[in-house]
């Protein structure tokens, strides 16, 4: 979701444009090295976090719970990392980006990550098929969580 759109579609709100472009800019380098080398570096994922972090502690501040359901999304994330399900970094980049989709309204980090997991189960079958036992998630969450912020930002979600 470019910042363009969100200003067409919600006006002008920095709290959940600021978050969602940086994340929207790194997409594609997150998304490369994590295909090319199973890895999400803290180079790009803390940054994220924190901006997301600070992000929630001003929706908080301005009495907005949303940030709850991202930090809900974060337990679950954890819950399937600490199963052997992904690692450290798809559980930080995860909550990053829920934490972000959450200035949108606490539908859209469960719609992310709904969203994240189907796309990561499609993913991890086909890899299957293709006889790969492992499957990079980044990309996953990074596509569900875009597509809950088109969706929460048209007011869909």
Do not use: F, H, Y
């Not at 995860?94 to 980090?109: E, H, K, R, V, Y």
């Amino acid at each position: 979701m470019s910042a363009a759109s969100l200003l067409a579609l919600g006006g002008w709100d920095a709290v959940a444009i600021v978050p969602l472009a940086v994340a929207a800019s790194v997409a594609p380098a997150l998304a490369r090295i994590d295909v090319a080398e199973r890895r999400l570096p803290n180079a790009l994922t803390v940054p994220l976090l924190l901006l997301g972090a600070a992000a929630a502690t001003v929706r908080v501040a301005q009495g907005d719970l949303a940030s709850l359901a991202a930090l809900a999304c974060g337990l679950v994330l954890l819950a399937m990392a600490v199963a052997g399900g992904m690692g450290m970094g798809d559980v930080k980049l995860g909550l990053a980006l829920a934490l972000a989709t959450a200035t949108l309204g606490w539908a859209a980090p469960l719609t992310g990550l709904a969203a994240s997991v189907v796309l990561g189960g499609v993913a991890g079958a086909a890899a299957l098929v293709a006889g790969r036992r492992t499957v990079p998630l980044g990309p996953a969450l990074l596509l569900g969580n875009a597509i809950a912020a088109a969706a929460g930002a048209s007011g869909a979600g």
